[in-house]
C-alpha cells in the first residue's frame, strides 16, 4: 500500500540543524513531486518547500528560503528537507507530500520543536 514515513524530527536549540527524511513506497515515486508542509498548533498548515519529478525545479516559502533545502533521492524513493537556522516559531509538525495529476499522499508527520 501506499506509505509516507517521514523521520529525522526532534528538539533542536535555535539556531540549530535538522534533517528530515520521507521514506516512499507502494507508489511511482519518480512521478510525483514532493513537497514539505508543516502546521504549528492552533495555525493551518502551510507549504514549505516542493521539488519536481527530477528534482531540477525547487520552490520555496519565503519565511525558509536561503536557510532551508529540498532534495530527492528517486532511487532511494526518498525525499530531504535540510533545516538551518532554526526558529522557535517554525516549532511544527512537519508532513511531506506526494502528488501526481489529481493524486495525493501524504505521510504521518514529524515534530519539529526548536527551543532552549
Known amino acids: 500500500q501506499v506509505q509516507l514515513v517521514e523521520s529525522g524530527g526532534g528538539l533542536v536549540q535555535p539556531g540549530g540543524s535538522l534533517r528530515l527524511s520521507c521514506a516512499a513506497s507502494g507508489f511511482a515515486f519518480s512521478n510525483y513531486s514532493m513537497s514539505w508542509y508543516r502546521q504549528a498548533p492552533g495555525k493551518e498548515r502551510e507549504v514549505v518547500a516542493q521539488i519536481s519529478t527530477t528534482g531540477e525545479i525547487t520552490n520555496y516559502a519565503d519565511s525558509v528560503r536561503d536557510r532551508f533545502t529540498i532534495s530527492r533521492d528517486n532511487a532511494k524513493n526518498m525525499v530531504f528537507l535540510q533545516m538551518n537556522s532554526l526558529k522557535p516559531e517554525e516549532t511544527a509538525v512537519y508532513y511531506c507530500?506526494?502528488?501526481?495529476?489529481?493524486?495525493?499522499?501524504w505521510g504521518q508527520g514529524t515534530q519539529v520543536t526548536v527551543s532552549s
Open positions: 507530500k506526494a502528488r501526481w495529476r489529481n493524486h495525493e499522499h
